[in-house]
């Protein structure tokens, strides 16, 4: 069974501060590594991908891939009450059936004004 | 914007009803799925269409049943549904080729 696996949270975090997302994943074929945000009654929507081994920058998140530890994480720098969602992690199957994506349970953040 | 829309937004069937879904993406995309959230659970992945070609049935019950007439369109017709099955149903598409999916809105489903 492939997994992908993060905390459920809340992660709570004052506003200005660096918010950190973590995710574990099962299957060490996995080349394809997403971040979705999901605000409550919303649908996802994709805020980062990544591919390769070390960190990727898109305005105030970075995205951390390490495919020895089977590990991807999402930084939020001076975090905003409107990065209040849960985060979703996402990462590629590949077997016999195709490819999808597997998706984690989510981490619920909370920013405080 | 994502490109991707679904009707209705929300809808309340009893279990006797027959209903369908529908999903449109307008990315050029040919590759489309339907997704099943529930509270506190994953996003599960029911049904994979490829160039109109399912590809892919995570063992979803009968009552389910998809259809895509092209790389446009997407349906979900529902029949006998039981109360479990109430949930928030996520259609997505993606280019053939790449791994990076895009949602619609989502139907907020009550069965009652």
Not at chain 1, 28 to 44: D, L, N, T
Not at chain 1, 53 to 82: C, H, M, W
Not at chain 2, 69 to 78: A, C, T, V, Y
Request: with cysteine.
């Amino acid at each position: 069974q492939k997994e992908v696996e993060q905390n459920s949270g809340p992660l709570s975090v004052p506003e200005g501060a660096i918010a950190s997302l973590n995710c574990t994943y099962s299957d060490r074929v996995s080349q394809s590594f997403f971040w979705y945000r999901q605000y409550s009654g919303k649908s996802p929507e994709l805020i980062m991908s990544i591919y390769s081994n070390g960190d990727k920058e898109d305005g105030r998140f970075t995205a951390q891939l390490n495919k020895a530890s089977q590990y991807v994480s999402l930084l939020i720098r001076d975090s905003q009450p409107s990065d209040s969602a849960t985060y979703l992690c996402a990462v590629n199957r590949v077997d016999q059936a195709g490819t999808a994506l597997i998706f984690g349970k989510g981490t619920t953040l909370s920013v405080s004004s | 914007e994502t490109g991707v829309t679904q009707t209705p937004r929300h809808l309340v069937m009893g279990m006797t009803n027959k209903k369908s879904l529908k999903c449109e993406q307008h990315l050029g995309h040919n590759a489309m799925y339907w997704y099943k959230q529930s509270a506190k659970k994953p996003l599960e992945l029911m049904f994979v269409y490829n160039f109109k070609e399912q590809t892919e049935n995570n063992s979803v019950p009968s009552r389910f049943s998809p259809e895509c007439p092209n790389s446009s369109h997407l349906f979900l017709h529902l029949h006998t549904l039981q109360p479990e099955d109430s949930a928030l149903y996520l259609c997505a598409s993606s280019r053939q080729g790449s791994d990076t999916q895009y949602f619609g809105p989502g139907t907020r489903l009550t069965v009652l």
